[in-house]
């Protein structure tokens, strides 16, 4: 029986398909396109982490605020106190009040808040004050909730800050890898700043070092009346120069806050309807819709399709836009329709849904606050001035 020679004259005929240099460009294409994949997720990775540092910073802010403010409603004691001067630092001016504790100890103490307004500072005038028997030296008014407000405004914002990191950027290891070295160098920097090695104190050491500081501050301040410093010409001088900006400013800071309202009000309503007689249905994001504005930067919309009750596939544009975009193609999500008007639709985002009515309403709120405020001012001032004028 014959077989047949299985002899290859070209043993690499077969072998070799492709040349040399073709070869070697391909894997400089794809170690070139590995390199970008591993630049863009470090830069997103950054932009995520930046966002993060935003939202801590506004967190820790806030929670320090009212957690200041809890801790002093928990464990001061509500004491009556008179006004007996202030403490002159800069423009801004502290009061000075005498009180008597639950004890019958009689101290005097400097508010921890100061103000370049004099409203609530005019000699002898009682003040409801909140003190802790332990620190006889510090006080606060009990009627300010200002830095409360602030601080509950700051963690809202931190809550918003944390919601867009979390869904514009996909987290993924090189967010870890980006996070893990952005905290190590803050805690370093942090621990060479508050200890640094040749001036490292005990926490006592440290403590008396403040209480020392503290006493030398007030030690350059001395009590003043509050009308002697009113009377000083460069006092009266600010004082006008605040008076004529606040005339300016008050009408927009009531116009801006009624209209932010407004829309506010308005989105709630829209949403409202949606809500109790809307439909919910798959979606997917189709494609992004970018909208340029002047300064150069892209805002990404979402395009969703979806198939409504009837059986129709029905394509809208969300209304909520960001960059980096928080949706990509072919992303899954759920879509919150009109019955009625299928194209009246937005991508459903559950509680999330009402974040930009609160938000339109909180600012808005806070603006006409301001705007009425300022008018308040502006009207006891004048009366102040009327007065001071009327009497000999």
């Known amino acids: 029986m014959a077989f047949p020679n299985l002899v290859n004259e070209k043993p690499f005929a ?22 970008f994949d591993v630049f863009a997720g470090l830069i997103s990775a950054l932009n995520q982490i930046g966002v993060l ?10 929670a320090l605020l009212v957690g200041h403010a809890v801790y002093w409603r928990l464990h001061a004691a509500r004491v009556q106190g008179q ?15 005498r009180y008597t504790l639950p004890s019958g100890e009689t101290c005097e103490a400097t508010s921890l808040e100061g103000s370049d307004s004099t409203r609530g500072k005019q ?21 300010h909730h200002v830095f409360t407000v602030i601080g509950a405004a700051l963690l809202a914002v931190c809550a918003g800050l944390f919601y ?19 905290l190590a160098h803050f805690l370093e920097r942090i621990r060479q700043i508050v200890f640094p090695k040749d001036k490292r ?6 403590r008396q070092m403040l209480a020392e500081r503290k006493a030398a501050q007030l030690a350059e301040m001395p009590v003043q009346r509050l009308e002697d ?38 989105q709630s309503r829209a949403l409202v309807r949606l809500e109790s007689s809307g439909l919910r249905a798959r979606g997917v994001v189709s494609s992004l819709s970018s909208s340029s504005s002047g ?44 019955p009625s008007e299928p194209g009246n639709a937005i991508i459903d985002r559950g509680m999330w849904n009402w974040l930009p009515s609160a938000i339109l309403c909180s600012l808005g709120v806070l603006l006409s606050v301001g705007g009425i405020g300022v008018f308040r001012r502006r009207g006891t001032r004048s009366a102040d001035e009327s007065a001071g004028t009327a009497s000999p």
């Not at 867009?164 to 952005?182: K, Q, S």
């Open 229 to 266: 410093v009113a009377s000083l010409p460069e006092r009266r001088a600010l004082e006008g120069r605040q008076n004529a900006t606040l005339r300016r400013l008050a009408p927009f800071l009531l116009i801006a806050g009624v209209g932010l309202f407004a829309l506010g009000v308005h």
């Open 53 to 62: 540092i935003a939202a801590l910073t506004c967190g820790g802010l806030g």
């Open 123 to 143: 000699t002898g005038a009682v003040v409801p004050l909140l003190v802790i028997p332990q620190k006889p030296d510090e006080v606060q008014e009990a009627r």
């Open 201 to 206: 104190l005990q926490l006592s050491a440290w």
């Open 14 to 35: 077969v072998l070799v398909t492709v040349s040399a240099p073709e070869w070697l460009m391909a894997v400089r294409v794809r170690g070139a396109a590995a390199m």
């Open 295 to 338: 300064s150069g930067s892209s805002t990404y919309y979402p395009v969703v399709t979806y198939t409504d009750q009837a059986g129709t596939r029905v394509r809208f544009r969300d209304s909520t836009g960001s960059n980096p975009p928080m949706y990509h193609v072919n992303d899954s999500v759920t879509v919150l329709y009109s």
């Open 164 to 182: 867009y990191a979390v869904t514009a950027f996909r987290v993924g290891p090189m967010t870890w890898i980006a996070g893990g070295l952005v």
């Open 83 to 97: 006004v007996i001067g202030v403490r002159q630092c800069g423009n801004m001016l502290n009061a000075v009040y």
